[in-house]
Nanobody
Framework: QVQLVESGGGSVQAGDSLRLSCAASGLTFSRYSMAWFRQAPGKGRDVVALISMNGGITSYGDSVKGRFTISRDNAKNTVTLQMNSLKPEDTALYYC???????????????????WGQGTQVTVSS
C-alpha cells in the first residue's frame, strides 16, 4: 500500500520560513517524479514545485520561484520543500504527489500523478 505522509505545516508570520517533508512508503521511490501542489479555499490545485526521479531537474510555480526549494533523498524516501519569505498568499493545504514518468521528465499536471498525500496546512498571517 502506497503512502505519502506530509509533515511540517503550521501557522507562521509573513517573512518566516517553514520546511515541509513528505515520507513515502510502499513504492520504489527512486522511480517516481515527485511534486508539491497546494490548494487554497475555493481555488484549484496549483503546482508549487516539481522534481525528477534523480533530483536532477526541478521546476517551480511562478509565485514561489526564488523563495521555495524542492529536494529529495532517495535513500530515505523523502521529498522536502523549503519555504522562505512566506507570504499570506502562500496560505493553503500543501500536498505531496508521486508520478511515474519517463526518466528525466516532470509534469505540473495534477491528473498525471498516481499517488497523493493527505496534505499539511500552511497558514501565513500578515
Amino acid at each position: 500500500q502506497v503512502q505519502l505522509v506530509e509533515s511540517g505545516g503550521g501557522s507562521v508570520q509573513a517573512g518566516d520560513s517553514l520546511r515541509l517533508s513528505c515520507a513515502a512508503s510502499g513504492l520504489t521511490f527512486s522511480r517516481y517524479s515527485m511534486a508539491w501542489f497546494r490548494q487554497a479555499p475555493g481555488k484549484g490545485r496549483d503546482v508549487v514545485a516539481l522534481i525528477s526521479m534523480n533530483g536532477g531537474i526541478t521546476s517551480y510555480g511562478d509565485s514561489v520561484k526564488g523563495r521555495f526549494t524542492i529536494s529529495r533523498d532517495n535513500a530515505k524516501n523523502t521529498v522536502t520543500l523549503q519555504m522562505n519569505s512566506l507570504k499570506p498568499e502562500d496560505t493553503a493545504l500543501y500536498y505531496c504527489a508521486a508520478a511515474i514518468k519517463p526518466f528525466g521528465t516532470i509534469s505540473g499536471a495534477p491528473g498525471e500523478y498516481n499517488y497523493w498525500g493527505q496534505g499539511t496546512q500552511v497558514t501565513v498571517s500578515s
